[in-house]
Nanobody
Framework: QVQLVESGGGLVQAGGSLRLSCEASGRTFSNLDMGWFRQAPGKEREFVAEITWSGASTYSAASVKGRFTISRDNAKNTVYLQMNSLKPEDTAVYYC???????????WGQGTRVTVSS
């Protein structure tokens, strides 16, 4: 079992930055691929970014590419999402997820809310 706890959400003006954190416990973090997803009001949950267990590869949605950066610190059991040049359309609840490498996303955090004002 893996427990994920997100933090770092809040209210920010358009053009601003936030850094989300997700701390994992309960299983060897360094064996897990980690991801960020988001769900805006009235919309489906969507993929934002992913980082492989080693940190060697990252993937981002087209809508955030060049603005958001995912990273991880295996010594701290933490994955980060640095969000720059935020837009009102980035407003959503952001969720951290974990998966065994190559498997479906199995573990989810409770979410942290990000609100970007225009």
């Amino acid at each position: 079992q893996v427990q994920l706890v997100e933090s770092g959400g809040g209210l920010v003006q358009a053009g601003g930055s936030l850094r989300l954190s997700c701390e994992a416990s309960g299983r060897t973090f360094s064996n897990l691929d980690m991801g960020w997803f988001r769900q805006a009001p009235g919309k489906e949950r969507e993929f934002v970014a992913e980082i492989t267990w080693s940190g060697a590869s990252t993937y981002s949605a087209a809508s955030v590419k060049g603005r958001f950066t995912i990273s991880r610190d295996n010594a701290k059991n933490t994955v980060y999402l640095q969000m720059n040049s935020l837009k009102p359309e980035d407003t959503a609840v952001y969720y951290c997820a974990a998966a065994q490498s190559g498997s479906a996303w199995r573990y989810w955090g409770q979410g942290t809310r990000v609100t970007v004002s225009s």
